[in-house]
T-cell receptor, first 116, second 110 residues
Framework: NAGVMQNPRHLVRRRGQEARLRCSPM?????VYWYRQLPEEGLKFMVY????????ESGMPKERFSAEFPKEGPSILRIQQVVRGDSAAYFC??????????????FGAGSRLTVL | DAKTTQPPSMDCAEGRAANLPCNHS???????VYWYRQIHSQGPQYIIH???NNETNEMASLIITEDRKSSTLILPHATLRDTAVYYC???????????FGKGTKLTVNP
């Protein structure tokens, strides 16, 4: 049973380009969470999705960032018109049920975005 | 979610028990205590969680005080591979957000 798969593991973009980060949750997991870790800082919650629905996006920057979790395929975190401040590690996590039921998040290895 | 306080760093000798404290004096009755760790820059790894009772699994033990204002994560026989940042998180019932603080950087020395 593969874990949470994220790709690409490393992504380099120039300012103004778009970044797309993909996350395939563990088999049987329908709840996906995205976190961001800026250099030398802790992880910050960004968004929580279930299949085809955004449940909580309170941690997402108001502009340029979007997330989706379609019925088929991986969850996508999309960053438009990237700036240097977007350089960070982006971690995806999944859970079989809502976390609030005392469930456990399984994290992927992360995607490291570098903006030149 | 309740704020948690952890020492910024700790050292432990290889083979000895590592006891990592966490203070969560404002925790409410329906908040779980979760422990995760992050080895170097890898993805966080779940260790253990509990509500009121002490818990034990193959990785660690979690001791929660009776008043629930603090807890201790115990790694019974620390190895070099346990060197990591350990995060103590109080998760409120109904919340879907794990709030990661700065954690404790545990260094296991040979």
């Amino acid at each position: 049973n593969a874990g949470v798969m994220q790709n690409p593991r490393h992504l380099v973009r120039r300012r103004g380009q778009e970044a797309r980060l993909r996350c395939s949750p563990m088999k049987g997991h329908s709840h996906v969470y995205w976190y961001r870790q800026l250099p030398e800082e802790g992880l910050k919650f960004m968004v929580y999705l279930q299949k085809e629905n955004i449940i909580d996006e309170s941690g997402m920057p108001k502009e340029r960032f979007s997330a989706e979790f379609p019925k088929e395929g991986p969850s996508i975190l999309r960053i438009q018109q990237v700036v240097r401040g977007d350089s960070a590690a982006y971690f995806c996590a999944s859970s079989p049920q809502a976390l609030s039921g005392a469930n456990v998040l399984t994290f992927g290895a992360g995607s490291r975005l570098t903006v030149l | 979610d309740a704020k948690t306080t952890q020492p910024p760093s700790m050292d432990c000798a290889e083979g000895r028990a590592a006891n990592l404290p966490c203070n969560h004096s404002t925790i409410s009755g329906n908040e779980y205590v979760y422990w995760y760790r992050q080895i170097h820059s890898q993805g966080p790894q779940y260790i253990i969680h509990g509500l009121k009772n002490n818990e034990t699994n193959e990785m660690a033990s979690l001791i929660i005080t009776e008043d629930r204002k603090s807890s201790t994560l115990i790694l019974p026989h620390a190895t070099l591979r346990d060197t990591a940042v350990y995060y103590c998180i109080a998760l409120q019932g109904g919340s879907e957000k794990l709030v990661f603080g700065k954690g404790t950087k545990l260094t296991v020395n040979p």
